[in-house]
């Protein structure tokens, strides 16, 4: 890319000017150099074919994957094992999917932020990429959790049913109907008295 010494105005509302100032200031940039930076990283997405929004996005999703304690794995790896070790040693592996999802649901109800219920079915939908139905909803004091997927095998449909089923128990909600079958999932789940 050729550079020029010619410079040319760009306005910016004064808001986004002073807080674009204050944080060149602090990476030690100029605001001119702050602002040919992020010209630079908008062209560069452009020219990869999206936006420099979508990267944002795309990064906070990924952020969002790692402070959720997920993990980006193969997919055929993630089956093949949950297989052998269903296989291999299935009760334990059942109470081992089911005390992860116990853990996730509690780590989603200490954060405080948000309703947790509504942050983990979010999260669990845009995570779950293999996964082309998934629905996790709340109404009143009822639950009813949706999972369609062909690629799913007999044994992970079972495994993911279990970590579904201990996010259910982190949120107090006991199981009331149940149906699975490869690659289907649908539970309905009610509140438990205290």
């Known amino acids: 890319m050729t550079t020029s010494g010619r410079r ?4 910016a509302r004064e808001d986004l000017a002073d807080k674009a100032g204050a944080i ?3 990476k030690g940039f100029t605001a001119f150099a702050m602002l040919n930076n992020l ?18 996005d795309n990064y906070k999703f990924i952020k969002a994957v790692r402070n959720a304690s997920f993990t980006l794995v193969l997919e055929s790896l993630l ?3 949950a297989e052998i070790a269903y296989q291999k040693a299935k009760d334990k592996t ?3 999917w089911f005390d992860a999802g116990v853990w996730i649901g509690k780590q989603y109800i200490s954060r405080g932020k948000e309703d947790p219920f509504t ?10 990429w293999n996964a082309p139905e998934f629905t996790m909803e709340k109404r009143n004091n009822e639950v009813s959790i949706r999972v369609l997927s062909p690629r799913f095998s007999e044994s992970y449909t079972l495994l993911f049913t279990r970590f579904l089923e201990g996010i259910l128990e982190a949120f107090s909600y006991g199981v009331t ?18």
């Open 8 to 11: 040319k105005m760009l306005a």
């Open 24 to 26: 060149a200031s602090t």
């Open 39 to 56: 010209l630079e990283l908008t062209i560069s997405a452009e020219a990869m074919g999206f936006s420099l929004e979508e990267a944002v």
């Open 79 to 81: 089956y093949d094992t």
């Open 94 to 96: 059942m109470t081992t």
């Open 119 to 128: 942050a983990i079915g979010r999260d669990l939908k845009a995570f779950i």
């Open 177 to 194: 109907y149940k149906e699975v079958g490869r690659g289907n999932i649908r539970l309905e789940a009610a509140k438990k008295d205290s």
